[in-house]
């Protein structure tokens, strides 16, 4: 189902221990791709930014823990297309639908505007979870309300950085997870869009798992996530000095578990449980249904996760 062609991998360092990616990953933040380790201080909290590890299509398989880099950007283009395009199909005229944030779901919002000036979808009303839904959605011609103006949201659309076997979430790149957690979870149906490089076995080894905090509980907030065993980093901004502030006026704190995630739901609500945290990347329980945009050779497909579950493990039976 999948090509290798599609894929880099990554040489890891010698006894050191750091990663030394050989692409730079898509998923991964920029301050996180540096070759060395670096550590820096805040009150009694060491704050760590380690490099992502970017592994082959054969570890995608659910016999790996790492998301994979796709070499060209426009091949990932087109499977986000195909999972938007598919997406809209669900959505029926005088729906409440939720905008996610991020670059699939900008496309599903597009594609959501198209359907509505063809006449073939009326009386869509958006709820956007971002300044950047809201944008795109007066750009596309999808009329958006507020969340309080609403009793009901039919149906949500939303990416996700990973997804595990259990449909579990991390979300946050775009550091809109807060506001994308509420709409998601009230939504009737929550359908996560993402192409097949965002699967993975363990959450958390690649992507970091975002957290928002209250900026004056800034230092212990880092205390306790790092006796949790994290090592958490401040998101600083790519066009500002400083760090990146959300739509509610938080800070965001990207933090890396080097064993990975193994108790996504416990870790969860002992994060939420930290005074000062807003909401984390963590999503449990969330997604009904995950569309999976796939690429064989130059075929481009989208299904369903079950079943691109079933397939990886098939091709994982048929290559031992």
Request: net charge neutral; hydrophobic share 45%; with cysteine.
């Amino acid at each position: 189902m999948a090509t290798s062609a599609m894929l880099r991998h990554t040489a890891l360092a010698s006894s050191t221990g750091t990663a030394v990616p050989s692409s730079r990953s898509l998923a991964a933040p920029a301050a996180s791709q540096r070759l060395a380790l670096r550590s820096t201080h805040l009150g009694n909290a060491k704050v760590f930014s380690a490099p992502a590890q970017v592994l082959s299509r054969s570890s995608l398989r659910l016999a790996a823990t790492q998301v994979v880099a796709i070499k060209d950007p426009s091949s990932q283009d087109n499977l986000k297309r195909a999972v938007a395009k598919k997406a809209v199909e669900l959505v029926k005229s005088g729906m409440v639908v939720g905008l996610g944030t991020g670059s699939t779901s900008s496309m599903a919002i597009e594609e959501l505007g198209n359907l509505i000036k063809a006449n073939k979808l009326k009386d869509i009303v958006g709820v956007a979870t971002s300044y950047q839904s809201k944008v795109l959605a007066r750009q596309f011609g999808v009329k958006t309300v507020d969340l309080n103006d609403v009793n009901h949201i039919d149906i949500a659309f939303d990416g996700a950085d990973e997804v595990d076997a259990g449909m579990n979430l991390i979300k946050g790149g775009g550091a809109a997870h807060t506001m994308e957690k509420v709409v998601d979870s009230i939504a009737k149906e929550c359908v996560i869009l993402i192409d097949e490089t965002k699967v993975v076995k363990s959450l958390g080894l690649s992507f970091p798992l975002p957290v928002e905090v209250l900026p004056f509980a800034l230092a212990p907030v880092l205390r306790a996530l790092a006796a949790l065993g994290g090592q958490p980093e401040i998101r600083t901004a790519l066009r500002k000095d400083g760090p990146v502030i959300t739509d509610l006026g938080n800070m965001v704190v990207d933090v890396r578990f080097p064993e990975g995630v193994t108790d996504p739901a416990a870790l969860e609500t002992k994060i939420n449980m930290i005074p000062g945290v807003i909401e984390n990347g963590l999503f449990i329980n969330v997604a009904n249904k995950v569309l999976v945009g796939t690429k064989d050779g130059e075929e481009t497909s989208v299904v369903e996760f079950a079943e691109f579950v079933a397939s990886m493990k098939s091709s994982e039976e048929v290559s031992a």
